[in-house]
């Protein structure tokens, strides 16, 4: 049977929105007093406050639902009240189960005016519905409220309840909520209006308790419409108990039309709606550059020049997050024996937010998220007999891609750690199939926020009937078409996009350039682009000339078509690692990255390799770029980088006549300036220490 529902809407910062989906349920809203009854009939039941709430109060709303009828009630009855403000924004909020027959919505108004709100108490067969509404007033006085006020829900996998971030605090944010009014009635769909590449996120509440495994025999299919006729299918995945989601980034403006199935093969039922995708100020997704295949644009057209991290995610503490635990800035800390103080343990740790936002602000444009690889793993189990995945885990995912697209950041997922499953599986179609669903369920999960495929980390399959298989089978199920990756590296197959190799090194500052140089030489002759998908040092992961080799090696890879993903290990300055130490990233590294990023926003999108030549070779090496309307060059000291190199010249074709400015790449000092003509010029290099670049344009 089909049926079209009422939809309510949640719009996070940076164009995530949440469309829930379900029957109108308008929930009672009574101040602090129970909403009693028994087991629910079908007619909706309507309570509004009679007296004034003061503003920021907090609200234990709690239901009555005779949970000794289930074996397990929290995974057979949901609860989802959501709260619509008198500006029209909402906020929606999960029941906590309190046995025997208690569940408990808290909630904290933010505005003050008429609210109304609405919900569903369900088990998946039998629907109650409520609604009210509320009158919120100024406090007499201030009264302490969370910020952001967070959602509380169950987690299956523990007895305990347990407070998450609050996925809808962009109410208030840079993404303001479209004005919408529910529909009463819940027979009329609210047309959603979103920008292009925002992230639609659509819930269906399914019994999920009375399954065997609940992640697949539950199947939940989507078909999107663009307003040009291309449909993009994609599945869904479960999300919590009762709880089945689908997302999808519409990138075609206009309206869109979207019809989803849910159900277990004997019982199904289908759902539909429109939307409306408005222009956008996001870039879209990255591309291989169709001017420079060794480069990368986005989907508009404009360059994108990465800087890239990876780093450990992991729960340490045990306190159900791993997101309060980044090392960042860290000190060179005592010998083992005299670590006397929890950051001579620990070193320095930030939160994730915190963390992002200090990396970002530098320039770091591009995060590596490699689960199980000292961080968190997503997978249950990948087995014929049936996949399973770990909700809480999954649910981190989500936090981390969408703190990740907030503070700009691109992301590169690793779908499979250091063994792949099945690695022989290639001529076994069972132990195939289920490798294809555990890819579909990163797809269907992660896909419209991801940017970039890696198949597995530092590991090899066998065969290379392997690797097609499965990017074959990517490239069926990936409604968005992201580059695909693998290591270790493998650009001989044709059907990888990317090369990714990981380097380590602790080489002198003199032959940096030089090493980075040759290390992307070794995969040049590929004709892909190249992504070191880890970079860092030997043995130590900072010493006093580290933050050196890492700019000039970042520089010298810039010049030469290639990307760093620096593995990031900056909770003190002593991590020690024979062939792996990482690298520290403090205030000086990401001080030279902010000056790179200044710099690169000056390369046009079709910038290529040109020549260049230095008047004494044995002092300084140069390398340049250069497009229809600007030319650049990075000179880098080879003979001594303490003291100033002096009387050196270069000599490179300029395309256009305009203002060559020399800069420091360590500060982003103008060291140099003048007028040059197009045509092939000698230039003469002003006297630098270290490294010198220059722009023509």
């Known amino acids: ?291 420079n295949p060794m480069r990368w644009v986005f989907d508009n057209g404009e360059p994108f020049y990465p800087v890239g991290l990876g780093d450990c995610i992991l729960d340490r503490d045990e306190d159900d997050t791993p997101f309060n635990e980044m090392g960042m800035d860290g000190p060179l800390r005592p010998p083992v024996g005299e670590r006397i103080t929890e950051q001579d343990r620990t070193g320095n740790r930030v939160d994730m937010e915190t963390y992002l936002q200090t990396y970002g602000a530098a320039g770091f444009n591009l995060f590596r998220v490699s689960q199980n690889n000292c961080a968190f793993g997503l997978f249950g189990r990948i087995s014929p007999e049936g996949n399973t995945y770990r909700l809480r885990e999954g649910r981190w995912g989500d936090e981390l891609l969408r703190m990740l697209r907030e503070n700009g950041f691109r992301v590169y997922m690793v779908l499979f750690s250091f063994s792949p499953p099945y690695p022989n599986g290639a001529e076994n179609p069972e132990e195939m199939a289920a490798i294809h669903r555990a890819v579909e369920y990163i797809v269907n999960r992660y896909g419209a926020y991801v940017d970039f495929w890696e198949l597995m980390n530092e590991s090899r399959a066998p065969s290379d009937a392997w690797y097609r298989s499965v990017v074959e089978h990517i490239r069926r199920i990936d409604p968005y078409q992201h580059p695909i990756s693998t290591s270790w590296e493998r650009p001989d197959l044709p059907f990888i996009d990317i090369t990714s190799p990981h380097w380590y090194e602790r080489e002198s500052a003199l032959e940096s350039d030089l090493r980075t140089v040759q290390e992307i030489a070794r995969y040049t002759s590929f004709g892909k682009p190249i992504i070191f998908g880890e970079q860092g040092n030997t043995g130590q992961n900072w010493d006093v000339t580290s933050a050196r080799r890492m700019r000039i090696r970042l520089w010298t890879a810039f010049f030469n078509e290639a990307v760093f993903i620096f593995w990031n290990t900056s909770h003190a300055m002593d991590y020690l690692h024979p062939s792996a130490a990482n690298i520290y990233l403090g205030a000086e590294e990401r001080a030279y990255v902010r000056v790179l990023q200044d710099f690169t926003q000056m390369v046009d999108q079709d910038a290529v390799i040109q020549s260049v030549r230095v008047s004494h070779p044995e002092l300084a090496r140069a390398y340049a770029l250069q497009s229809p309307s600007m030319a650049a060059a990075y000179i ?62």
């Open 1 to 291: 049977m089909s049926r079209s529902l009422p939809q309510n809407v949640i719009a996070h910062r940076f164009g995530v929105v949440v469309v829930y989906v379900g029957l109108l349920l308008a929930l009672t809203f009574t101040t602090r007093t129970p909403v009693a009854g028994q087991n629910p009939v079908s007619t909706p039941v309507t309570v509004d406050a009679l007296n004034p709430i003061p503003i920021n109060s907090l609200f234990d709303l709690p239901f009555l639902w005779t949970g000794a009828l289930y074996p397990q009630p929290q995974n057979y009855v949901s609860l989802v009240v959501t709260f619509v403000s008198p500006s029209g924004t909402t906020q929606s909020v999960i029941g906590v189960y309190e046995p025997p027959s208690l569940w408990r919505v808290i909630f904290f108004p933010g505005e003050m005016g008429l609210w109304s709100w609405y919900g569903i108490f369900t088990d998946g067969i039998t629907l109650q519905e409520y609604r009210g509404t509320f009158t919120v007033v100024d406090a007499p006085t201030p009264i302490p409220r969370p910020s952001p006020a967070p959602s509380i829900v169950f987690d299956p996998n523990s007895i305990q309840t347990r407070t998450v971030r609050d996925d809808m605090r962009t109410a208030t944010r840079e993404a303001a909520l479209e004005q919408i009014t529910p529909t009463p009635t819940g027979a009329e769909l609210i047309n959603l209006s979103v920008p292009a590449y925002s992230v639609i996120e659509i819930p269906f509440t399914w019994r999920s308790g009375v399954y065997t495994n609940p992640h697949e025999d539950v199947v939940v299919s989507a078909v999107f419409t663009s307003p040009d006729g291309r449909s993009y299918n994609i599945g869904g995945f479960h999300y919590a108990a009762n709880d089945y989601r689908v997302r999808f980034a519409p990138t075609v403006v206009g309206e869109w039309v979207w019809n989803v199935r849910i159900g277990d093969g004997t019982q199904n039922r289908d759902y539909s709606g429109t939307f409306t995708v408005t222009e956008s100020s996001s870039a879209g997704f990255v591309r291989q550059n169709p001017a």
């Open 636 to 697: 880098v000291a080879a003979l001594d980088q303490t003291n100033p190199t002096r009387d050196l010249t270069i000599t490179l074709n300029v395309p256009v006549t305009g203002a060559a400015v020399w800069i420091t790449p360590a500060t982003g000092e103008v060291i140099g300036l003048e007028t040059v003509t197009a045509g092939i010029q000698t230039l003469v290099v002003p006297d630098f220490t270290i490294d010198a670049a220059l722009m023509i344009r």
